[in-house]
């Protein structure tokens, strides 16, 4: 699979936008200090609570699937009475 001159242009542009940007945010990396590991002020930690579940879960989960086992009981009721009911094996 040959490549296009258009293709290999935008590639070297980009690479040499990205040398570009390394080369630009080197003098700013090279000034970062690495501070101690202990935090400035100890915070203790809370117990989290029990959370009640949300309504969505109680009441729209349940819905859903009665709603979903209806449905595919209406189709499979359709199917057996309307569908199956209008063709007759004639032996």
Do not use: N
């Amino acid at each position: 699979m040959r490549k296009s001159p258009k293709t290999l242009v935008r590639g070297v542009v980009v690479a040499l936008l990205f040398i570009l940007a390394l080369a630009l945010a080197a003098p700013a990396l090279a000034g970062v200090q690495v501070v101690a590991a202990e935090p400035a002020v100890v915070v203790p930690e809370e117990a989290e609570e029990a959370e009640e579940d949300p309504w969505t879960a109680r009441f729209l989960g349940p819905a859903v699937v009665v709603i979903a086992v209806v449905s595919v009981g209406s189709a499979a009721s359709y199917y057996l009475v309307r569908v199956r009911g209008r063709y007759r094996v004639v032996q």
